[in-house]
């Protein structure tokens, strides 16, 4: 998105976060969390600014972050996060939009670890497919 972007990670549990040594500095996950995109933002923007030669800011707001419950939650962000550039008639199709995992996803081409699985929590590739395609309402996936 030319303004925005949308990423969805996993985190550890709690009880593995705590194993590293970073973590006693916290007092909090949240606290810990945080720390960490911002390091991450900060760290991007670095290399951004440094690659185009510019300096600021490169991101107006604090990142916003939702937390993933359950499943329906899971899939309905899965099909927003590959629909919004083509809610946003940036593209037609969301394998279209050249930054997202869409695509990749579909044919495999992809290292993202947990592609199978992601897969399977639609079920199987057709209905991954399926559930993109089909009008919410039909899919079960309400926007």
């Not at 925005?4 to 949240?30: D, G, N, Q, S, V």
Request: hydrophobic fraction near 35%; glycine fraction near 2%.
């Amino acid at each position: 998105m030319p303004n925005h972007f949308h990423i969805l990670i996993r985190i550890k549990r709690e009880e593995e976060l705590r194993a590293l040594e970073a973590f006693p500095k916290f007092e909090t996950l949240e606290k810990l969390l945080s720390k960490q995109f911002s390091n991450f933002f900060s760290a991007y923007t670095q290399a951004f600014n440094k690659h185009y030669k510019r300096k600021g800011s490169l991101f107006m707001k604090n990142f916003k972050r939702k937390a993933v419950r359950d499943e329906a939650y899971l899939k309905k962000l899965v099909r927003y996060i590959h629909h919004n550039p083509v809610e946003a008639r940036l593209c037609a199709k969301p394998e279209d939009w050249k930054h997202s995992s869409y695509a990749l996803l579909l044919n495999g081409k992809t290292s993202l670890p947990e592609r199978d699985e992601l897969i399977r929590w639609f079920g199987d590739l057709d209905n991954f497919i399926y559930c993109h395609y089909a009008s919410p309402d039909i899919s079960g996936i309400n926007p």
